[in-house]
């Protein structure tokens, strides 16, 4: 017998979050993950800010910024950044279509040409950064 | 094929024991029986006492939603035989407070799903004589994926945010709002959007997106959450930023 039980009085049970539930599913892991890729997206985007700092400085300043940016243990970490960037930049735009349903002449467009539409929207401004950065 | 399998259900009798507890059932294997009819042989031959709901026993209802080795599924159109052999797990939904067994209290959402307005809100309402509100299939089609919708909470169980947040309004309540706003009878969706907008409305989602691979009839919540967040931030944008767009 529960001897906290009352009749005709209900008692829920409510079980508890565990603090791994995101290693519950796959999906839940997966999810994560990408959350956590957010972290390298705000660490580039601090990164660029210190660059134009730098620039902004003096030439030895600047200098010593670059050859720290060359050092093999940023470069590494810069591979790993990178990666994430690709990996959050990719499920973002193929995420597009569920939040966006664009018509035209009447009939929906379908949802791979919206996730074209934007990675060709993203290829033209990383061209054109591109093309500015090195280029002129 | 086996002849028998093993249904390891939850209990949870709150006069007799403080939590949950397992208990197992060792029940004929038949390739044309779901969970729902495993259940049923239980209460009918085995243990009178397990505790479930059930009605339509088609996926129309929405009653017997349960975790079924882990997974929210309806039990009515899960096969034993979809399931990988040995014994089946059979739980509540996750996320939901456990009044008896396998049955959970649906309150919270009741009283959600209500703050969402999810009738046709109307201004001014016409004359009878003048008619019903015509609507073209065109007109149908914009709504008509939301309406699958059977408040069957296995989006919510699915949904880690609203275990982890219960105040968060859920997917089906969302789902259910963009049933109506997308309605061309409807006139309600700023004042649904008054009350999504908020905190524990579409942007307490982060979109893990298992709302919509658990749903049994297609509904997409999650992009109904997306789609929502768009049009808040275009409202925004009209309204605050562009002193024109005010409404």
Redesign the interface.
């Known amino acids: 017998?529960?001897p906290?039980?009352r009749?005709y009085h209900?008692?829920?049970?409510?079980?508890p979050?565990p603090i791994f539930?995101?290693v519950?599913?796959r999906?839940?892991l997966k999810?994560t993950a990408r959350?956590l890729t957010s972290l390298f997206v705000a660490y580039s985007a601090v990164l660029l800010m210190v660059h134009v700092r730098a620039a902004g400085g003096s030439e030895e300043a600047y200098e010593r910024f670059i050859s720290w940016l060359q050092s093999p243990l940023v470069v590494a970490l810069h591979v790993v950044v990178f990666i994430a960037l690709l990996c959050h930049t990719v499920t973002w735009l193929n995420?597009a279509p569920?939040?966006?349903?664009i018509r035209l002449g009447?009939r929906r467009l379908p949802d791979a040409a919206i996730v074209l539409g934007h990675y060709a929207a993203w290829l033209s401004v990383s061209g054109l950064l591109a093309w500015v950065l090195v280029g002129t | 094929m086996p002849d028998t399998v093993t249904l390891e259900v939850q209990r949870?009798r709150?006069?007799?024991?403080?939590?949950?507890a397992w208990q197992r059932y060792e029940v004929p294997f038949r390739p044309e029986w779901m969970v729902l009819d495993a259940l049923n042989y239980i209460k009918d031959h085995l243990d009178g006492t397990l505790s479930y709901r059930w009605a339509c026993r088609m996926g129309v209802c929405g009653s017997c939603g349960m975790l079924v080795n882990?997974e929210p599924v309806l039990t009515c159109a899960t096969y034993l035989e979809e399931l990988p052999h040995g014994s089946i797990r059979v739980e509540p939904l996750?996320g939901f407070?456990?009044?008896r067994d396998l049955i959970f209290?649906l309150t919270d959402f009741l009283n959600k799903l209500k703050r969402v307005s999810p009738w046709l809100v109307r201004k001014k309402e016409q004359p009878v004589a003048d008619g019903e509100y015509r609507q073209t299939p065109?007109q149908l089609a914009e709504y008509k994926q939301y309406s699958m919708c059977i408040n069957c909470m296995l989006c919510y169980s699915a949904c880690?945010i609203y275990?982890?947040e219960p105040e968060f309004i859920g997917p089906a309540a969302i789902a259910l709002a963009q049933r109506y706003n997308h309605d061309s009878r409807d006139e309600g969706v700023q004042a649904r959007m008054d009350v999504l907008s908020q905190h524990d409305g579409i942007w307490a989602c982060?979109?893990?997106?298992?709302c919509s691979?658990v749903c049994p009839t297609n509904v997409?919540p999650?992009?109904a959450i997306?789609?929502y967040?768009?049009s808040a931030t275009l409202d925004w944008v009209k309204s605050t930023v562009l002193p024109w767009g005010k409404r």
Do not use: C, S
């Open positions: 017998m529960n906290d039980y009749p209900p008692k829920w049970h409510r079980t979050i539930w995101w519950r599913k999906a839940y999810f959350e995420l569920k939040a966006m349903v009447g | 949870y709150p006069e007799e024991e403080t939590g949950p882990g996750r407070p456990v009044i209290d065109d880690p275990e982890l982060t979109f893990v997106g298992e691979a997409d999650a992009a997306q789609r967040k768009l």
